[in-house]
């Protein structure tokens, strides 16, 4: 069954949160030390380790204990922007991966991420710049391309924020929520029948998915 209002501000309020604003990647691409024997390395080694049990603050510490030992590392600045990141503390986590990004520019996950914190900042201006940069860093990600096209579509972009989320679609055809976010573009642009039909997609491309789930059975 179709949800009703299709431009309501609680679908926008899905659409732009929780696809967007509630993720961060995560991906630790963890340095190779030649000497795991020196204090600031053990020091990051530990925060790893409390980072990846859920206590960022201890982790946190351990960083920033670490990074006046070695400030051009770019691995541990994006380390202390994720941990400020999982604490919400965003203007500080935009810091520390412009930092990371400055001395690695090649760095995806900070650049991801650093869209991320700027939208959550409601700086979108400078996260539309982040996404556009990622999403060209990564070409065959459909999750960044996605991102870009969420940006877009805040900023009342959206035939640009359409051509995103077709992008998407093409890359990945069983993504839900790029068939969602297409149908509230197209309703943006008042195209409501091509709305109904996105939408109607990412209906059947989500039960696809539950049922695949539900047919794999538990992992043991």
């Not at 030390?33 to 080694?45: F, G, K, M, S, T």
């Not at 991102?147 to 035939?159: E, K, N, V």
């Not at 195209?191 to 039960?207: T, W, Y």
Request: charged residues 20%; aromatic residues 8%.
């Amino acid at each position: 069954m179709i949800r009703r209002n299709v431009l309501s501000k609680s679908h926008r309020s899905w659409l732009l949160n929780a696809f967007l604003l509630l993720k961060l990647v995560m991906f630790i691409a963890v340095p190779a030390y030649a000497d795991n024997n020196e204090p600031h390395q053990a020091l990051v080694q530990s925060g790893l380790v409390l980072f990846q049990r859920g206590d960022y603050v201890s982790a946190l510490q351990r960083f920033e204990a670490a990074l006046p030992n070695i400030p051009t590392d770019p691995f541990l600045n994006a380390y202390v922007g994720f941990s400020y990141a999982k604490l919400a503390r965003y203007a500080d986590a935009a810091k520390s991966y412009e930092r990371a990004l400055a001395l690695r520019p090649s760095y995806l996950n900070a650049q991801i991420n650093l869209c991320t914190v700027y939208a959550k900042l409601n700086e979108l201006g400078k996260a539309l710049l982040a996404c556009e940069k990622a999403a060209e860093m990564d070409r065959q990600s459909a999750l960044t391309l996605n991102d870009l096209g969420l940006i877009q579509f805040q900023l009342g972009r959206f035939p640009e924020a359409k051509r995103s989320f077709e992008r998407v679609i093409a890359m990945d055809p069983a993504l839900a929520v790029a068939h969602h976010n297409l149908a509230e573009t197209y309703a943006s642009l008042q195209q409501m029948s091509k709305a109904v039909e996105s939408e109607l997609r990412a209906i059947k491309a989500q039960r696809k998915l539950c049922r695949s789930v539900a047919e794999s059975g538990p992992v043991l």
